[in-house]
């Protein structure tokens, strides 16, 4: 039997409910429902499936991804439902809301497919079905064309890439688009957009649009003029060119005054925005113009009711009717909350100073943190100070009042046995001397048996169970991720000023950021150092036994380590002192570890040598990144303690760039000049750079010049002697030997002197 459109919608709910809960469930959840709220559907199910689309592409909590494999997906049901001849408006709404969040998403989908041209043919026909809407139909639905409308007119502009090297997280615009794109292509898109842009603006220049819609333009138009600093000239000069008070020649009834100081209001806090992110842009002083034209027009259309009262032309009596008024006006209330339910009362009801009961049923928890925290901060900058000490007070007493009935539950048992006690009245009452009788007959006190210890032990908590390897590794990544999170927050040292403590300093005192990032790396250096490197050989034991021990396990430190290089690579040329202090506690670090080695004159293997590892790693990652007149690179390879042929390898491979030579260049030559255990490898390295590399030899040649200029020397230097002339045969002189005389080679080769050279000879 077929559910009723009640069950259904009933179903579709409880749905909703779960995903709004966990919103892992949104891909479930729209799959299918899909095939419910089609076309054929009863009008019903179509208005919720179409508030639900709307709702699900505008909700923050769902992932992008996933909002862009779901957009495609929902195409054809948004066409079906647009296409309809008996549109329902309501439905037709949140269609063209849906359609404008998933815009984006489609445009991105179709950059990274470019043969999907069903999909985008969909959304090609969803478009042109909300343009064909935005001039004949309701105002509610000509509304939501005015946001689609801005939409695509944000998409298809171009905008500014904030990181090339990570195209997803930049905005949707024109400018991820290629070039050759076969079924978007730039050279079509933008004069689309702009030519909607145009349409969007001429609502500013007819008198037949309504307040509504002008007002709707004026909202969208805000969100372009800061997405899109190219047609923010454009959208602002006509909003200046707006005039909203420009039907005042008409009668001015209530609904057009509304009409006009809304217009007003809107079109004024928009050009308010934009002189507040721009104070000195070209327009700063044409707005402040423009609002205070509209200031002095709005006051003087006003109406005489809407100005303040004239002075009273006699002097009021103090008994004046007004008077009196104001005199007798009732103060606000004191708010009254209702009392506490009788019986046993749970922390809810303690708190609950309310009687509506739709409220006190209410799960707060279904709710997510983010949208509780949005809702309850604006509350609180709102509530009166009064009402919150009323509220509060309200609270305590009722605190108060439960604290002193537990103190009467409890004490009413003890009075009722006391009132018993007193009850009792015995007829004989034993004289003096009988008491002393019977005491002189009890035995002594040492001779009673002592009472037993009743005094408890000490109580030790259990001890909790071991921690796994796993569960260690991971709990220490947790802190030292919750350490760098904490660094964002703490100031640069480098950016406040602070007294030098001089050689009698204490390493991490200061408790700012170098002290944090000293404990940091030293928790990488030296926390494990000597726990894990080490493991105990023996001569008989299996080689399958010793492959497995010997095998890499991933260590607290190298989690440790791996975080503090991405740290710093994030922002590496601020970070830079961090890296080098990093390697030099690496390279000290070794050094103890293999002086102990060595001295405990111990036959397992050395301990592991991380700085090598480690300072490659940070040079490998800053290399690719580094300008022509980037001084990261010196100071780096300056500062750390220690340097090899692989170091140097990697400097004199940046030479392949033509833009960087001189970088490479004057690289090497500072460390010839202040490293000198590697003078001879940077020379070499030099010398190597300006025999093997053409672009290179200029600046290469000219430091070289300086350490080396025997190279020079040798290069230049004639190979062979000159061959001996004929006898008869004198030399020139050096002024004759350029034209009188043959070179060498032409004369063994047979050439004929000159006159000169055979009237000499002769």
């Known amino acids: 039997m077929p559910l009723s459109v009640s069950d259904q919608l009933t179903q579709l709910d409880a749905a909703r409910q779960l995903v709004l809960a966990d919103s892992v ?16 559907a009863r009008i019903e199910l179509k208005r919720w499936g179409a508030d639900f689309l709307a709702e699900t592409f505008a909700s923050p909590v769902l992932a992008l991804q996933e909002k862009e494999r779901l957009s495609v997906g929902v195409l054809e049901t948004l066409r079906e439902l647009l296409e309809q001849p008996a549109q329902d408006n309501s439905v037709v709404k949140s269609v063209i809301q849906a359609a404008a969040s998933i815009y984006g998403l489609v445009f991105r989908y179709i950059i990274s497919n470019p043969h999907d041209s069903t999909t985008w043919d969909r959304m090609a026909a969803i478009k042109s079905n909300i343009f064909r809407l935005w001039d004949a139909a309701a105002g509610g639905v000509r509304i939501c064309c005015i946001k689609f409308v801005q939409r695509v007119v944000q998409v298809q502009t171009p905008a500014v890439i904030a990181d090339p090297r990570r195209p997803e997280h930049n905005e949707i615009s024109l400018a991820l688009v290629p070039r050759d794109h076969p079924l978007i292509p730039p050279s079509r898109l933008e004069p689309e957009a702009l030519g909607l842009l145009d349409r969007l603006l001429d609502v500013f220049h007819h008198d037949t649009s309504g307040a ?42 209530p609904k057009m005054k509304v009409q006009t100081k809304s217009m007003e209001r809107t079109a004024r806090t928009v050009l308010l925005n934009v002189l507040r992110r721009n104070e ?13 034209r509209l200031a002095q027009a709005r006051f003087d259309i006003s109406d005489e009711g809407g100005r303040k009262r004239t002075l009273p032309s006699e002097p ?23 009392p506490l339910p009788s019986g046993r009362v749970s922390h809810a009801q303690l708190f609950t100073l309310t009687g509506d009961k739709d409220l006190t049923s209410f799960d707060v928890t279904q709710l997510p943190i983010d949208l509780i925290v949005r809702i309850t901060l604006p509350l609180l900058h709102r509530i009166e100070q009064s009402a919150v000490d009323s509220a509060v007070n309200a609270v305590r007493s ?10 009467a539950q ?25 008491v002393l009788n019977k005491t002189n007959n009890l035995p002594s006190e040492d001779a009673l048996p002592l009472p037993p210890d009743l005094a408890l032990g000490p109580f030790k908590l259990p001890q909790p169970p071991p921690l796994t390897a796993e569960e260690t590794e991971q709990i220490g990544k947790g802190t030292i991720s919750r350490v760098f999170s904490m660094m964002s927050v703490l100031d640069d040292p480098s950016t406040t000023k602070r007294q030098k403590p001089g050689l009698n300093r204490l390493a991490g005192s200061n408790y700012d950021r ?16 000597g726990l894990e490197d080490e493991e105990p050989s023996d001569e008989g034991e299996d080689s399958r036994d010793a492959v497995v021990k010997q095998a890499p396990t991933p260590s607290l ?17 601020s970070r830079i002192s961090i890296a080098i202090s990093w390697l030099n506690e690496e390279w000290f670090n070794d050094r103890i570890q293999l002086q102990a080695h060595e001295s405990q004159k111990r036959r397992e293997r050395p301990p592991k040598q991380n700085y090598e590892k480690w300072m490659l790693k940070v040079l490998d990652s800053i290399l690719p990144f580094l300008d022509a007149k980037d001084k990261v690179l010196i100071r780096f390879l300056s500062e750390i303690p220690a340097l090899d042929e692989k170091v140097v390898h990697r400097v004199k491979g940046l030479a392949r760039d033509p833009e960087r030579v001189t970088l490479a260049a004057n690289a090497l030559y500072y460390l010839v000049l202040v490293r000198p255990p590697v003078r001879d490898i940077c020379a070499d390295a030099l010398e190597d750079l300006w025999r093997n590399y053409e672009d290179a030899k200029t600046a290469a040649g000219k430091l070289l010049r300086k350490i080396r200029p025997e190279v020079f020397e040798e290069e230049y230097k004639p190979t062979e002697p000159p061959t001996p002339l004929p006898p008869g045969i004198k030399s020139p002189p050096p002024s004759e030997s350029k034209e009188g005389l043959p070179s060498a080679s032409a004369q063994q080769e047979g050439v004929p002197a000159t006159p000169n050279a055979v009237a000499a000879a002769g």
């Open 25 to 40: 469930l949104y891909p479930q959840i729209v799959q299918g429902i899909l095939p419910i709220i089609g076309a054929s």
């Open 398 to 407: 009722r605190y108060n009042g439960l604290k002193k009935a537990q103190a």
């Open 410 to 434: 409890s004490q009413a048992p003890l009075q009722e046995l006391g009132d018993e006690e007193e009850d009792y009245e015995p007829d004989f009452e034993p004289t003096e001397a009988q």
């Open 514 to 529: 170098d002290a944090w990032m000293l404990v940091i790396t030293r928790l990488a250096t030296r926390a494990s150092a």
């Open 212 to 253: 509504i819609l002008v007002n709707a333009t004026l909202n969208c138009l805000g969100t372009l003029i800061r997405t899109r600093p190219n047609a923010a000239n454009r959208i602002v000069t006509a909003i200046l060119n707006f005039n909203p008070l420009k039907q005042i020649n008409s009668p001015m009834t």
């Open 557 to 573: 430190s190298d989690g440790i380590r791996e975080i503090l290089w991405k740290f710093i690579i994030e922002d590496f040329r």
């Open 280 to 292: 000195g842009g070209p327009f700063a002083s044409r707005i402040r113009q423009y609002i205070d």
């Open 316 to 338: 009021t009596d103090g008994l004046d009717n007004a008077k009196r008024m104001r005199l007798s006006a009732e103060l606000p209330g004191r708010p009254e909350y209702p």
